[in-house]
């Protein structure tokens, strides 16, 4: 059954604090060393739970800052998930991942721990998080994750400062038996910086390198604020289809269906469609990177902020959007990040700015003025 994003998400992230003990450079949150007096309570926590689950059960992910800066996490966590919610977790590498915490989420039924990856070594890595020994707390946590049979995802930002190690990286991932690659592409919000964004020319670069990893890595990838990696995708399986070039994955036997990959991060979902972020103090976004308030659940029932503010039903109609991207022949499967275009433009309807490609009929536009 496919779902309607103009009613029901396909995923939701809840902040659940911003207090975090690392100094990351890029942090969308700008976390702090402590807890906000006015975050949601314990049942105010349950209560969005409840609002979530009559959304048709969409994703559900706790994130932060640190989520477990959060005394009553486990409680929480282990309400949604007798109610039969799909929970996973992006805690931050610090002391508090202890093998015993890793293995009290397991015992609750925690599906998935995700922690971030940001450089192949301690040099690069600490450096962007701006912790010194956040590499080796991170390594140990997911040897941790193995040890429990817990499946992990991977998260990598890329940006100038990495940029050079990605091929490293994609080793490191495979070694540390990771189910997901989660590539994020930086948006200047937060503490995240412009000059800290590799350039488009880069984007299609690294965009047309994950597609060619994806072909014989073990593990799945998938791109966060890049999606044109959608375009990639249907453009390269195309032509190799059209070549009959595909062939089988050495390391799994099995032939890659990018397709299938579309539907399991579904085209079409970006900020606003099909995806919704709920702050630390209940305000409700179209992503994280996308600052924008539209609503508080402390007022307003969840459901009714993302069916029908006006931010979220614009966001949702690719025709609206402006430039290249409003006549885009993949704008509803890809539709760009509108969180970049509002940070570098200040209009999230304008066109991607970190796209390179030209749709056809732009460029018969362009040829008509």
Known sequence: MIRDYNENPFIVIWEVTRACELKCLHCRAEAQHHR???????????QLIDQIYEMDNPLFVFTG??????PDLYEIAEYAIKK????????SATPLVTKEAIQKAKEIGLSRWAFSLDGPNAKIHDHFRGTSGSFDLTMNAINYLNELEIPIQINTTVSN??????????????????VLWSVFFLVPTGRGK??????????????????????????????????HYRRVILQ????????????????TGRIPDHSA????????????????????????????????????????????????????KELRNPDAYKGKCGVCEFRNICGGSRARAYAVTGDYMESEPYCTYIP???KKQQLVT
């Open 36 to 46: 906000h007096p006015l975050e949601l309570s314990t049942e105010e926590g349950k």
């Open 261 to 312: 990959a579309l539907g399991r991060a579904p085209s079409g979902i970006r900020d606003g469609n099909g995806f919704v972020f709920i702050s630390h103090i209940g305000e409700v976004y179209p992503s994280g990177f996308l600052p924008i308030k539209c609503g508080n659940i402390r007022k307003t029932p969840l459901a009714e902020i993302y069916r029908n503010h006006p931010v979220f």
């Open 236 to 251: 390269q399986s195309k032509k190799e289809k059209r070549n009959q070039k595909r062939v089988a994955n050495p390391l």
């Open 84 to 91: 039969g919610v799909r929970v996973s977790m992006t805690p």
């Open 194 to 227: 412009e000059t800290d964004i590799i350039s488009p020319e880069q984007h299609e670069e690294v965009l047309h390198w994950l597609y060619d990893i994806s072909k014989r890595a073990p593990f799945d990838i998938k791109t966060t604020e890049a999606h």
């Open 360 to 362: 056809k009929h732009y």
């Open 161 to 178: 400062y990495n940029l050079d190690h990605l091929d490293e990286m994609a080793v490191l991932v495979e070694k540390l038996n990771a």
């Open 65 to 70: 800052g640190d989520p477990l800066m959060r």
